[in-house]
């Protein structure tokens, strides 16, 4: 099993910044993608963005030039870097990971998410 414990939500104001972590433990070998997704009130969850084993990121088309995704893989976490939010992107984020068993996919295992509020 993977545990993910995710770090940094809170409260910010329009315009601001935040840095969320993700920290995977418990049997890691073979993590694949780990990223974030994130759900709003009233709406369902959507991809934010995802970085793969190699190094390759996907961005949603609404925080392309905003964020930054990035992985420590000696440390088994993710970050995402936030810039220049806007109330719009108020909602609860989950990190999300995936594994690799030799070519096969594993398993998926998502966080308790944390909350981040942008107050305009």
């Known amino acids: 099993q993977v545990h993910l414990v995710e770090s940094g939500g809170g409260l910010v104001q329009v315009g601001g910044s935040l840095r969320l972590s993700c920290v995977a433990s418990?049997?890691?070998?073979?993590?694949?993608?780990m990223g974030w997704y994130r759900q709003a009130p009233g709406k369902q969850r959507e991809l934010v963005a995802i970085?793969?084993?190699?190094?390759?990121?996907n961005y949603a088309d609404s925080m392309k030039g905003r964020c930054t995704i990035s992985r420590d893989n000696a440390k088994n976490t993710v970050y995402l870097e936030m810039n220049s939010l806007e109330p719009e992107d108020t909602a609860v984020y989950y990190c999300?990971?995936?594994?690799?068993?030799?070519?096969?996919?594993?398993?998926?295992?998502w966080g308790q998410g944390t909350l981040v509020t942008v107050s305009s």
């Open positions: 970085i793969n084993s190699g190094g390759d990121r």
């Open positions: 418990g049997n890691t070998f073979g993590l694949d993608t």
């Open positions: 999300y990971v995936d594994t690799m068993v030799g070519v096969s996919p594993g398993f998926e295992v």
